[in-house]
């Protein structure tokens, strides 16, 4: 079971696999993440920028295009 902290991996609407911390459990299939962006032009003097994503479900037949996570 995933909780706050926890590395996953997430999956995002266009399938890229990505790494990311787990910030919210809702319960054990949906969860909230941050992510590092994956766009080039969001970076400041710190480096990449976070990106927040909430509401992601856990893999299953219903979700395998995008936007689901899987427990590293």
Partial sequence: ???VGDA?????EHC???NALVTAVHN???INLVVI???PSMQDQ???QL?????V???GEHNKAGRYFVEK
């Fill in 46 to 48: 710190y480096g990449q």
């Fill in 51 to 55: 990106c927040r994503v909430s509401s």
């Fill in 37 to 39: 962006t994956n766009d």
């Fill in 28 to 30: 054990p299939d949906y």
């Fill in 1 to 3: 079971m995933v909780k």
């Fill in 16 to 18: 890229k696999e990505r």
């Fill in 8 to 12: 996953i991996t997430y999956f995002d």
């Fill in 57 to 59: 479900s856990k893999l």
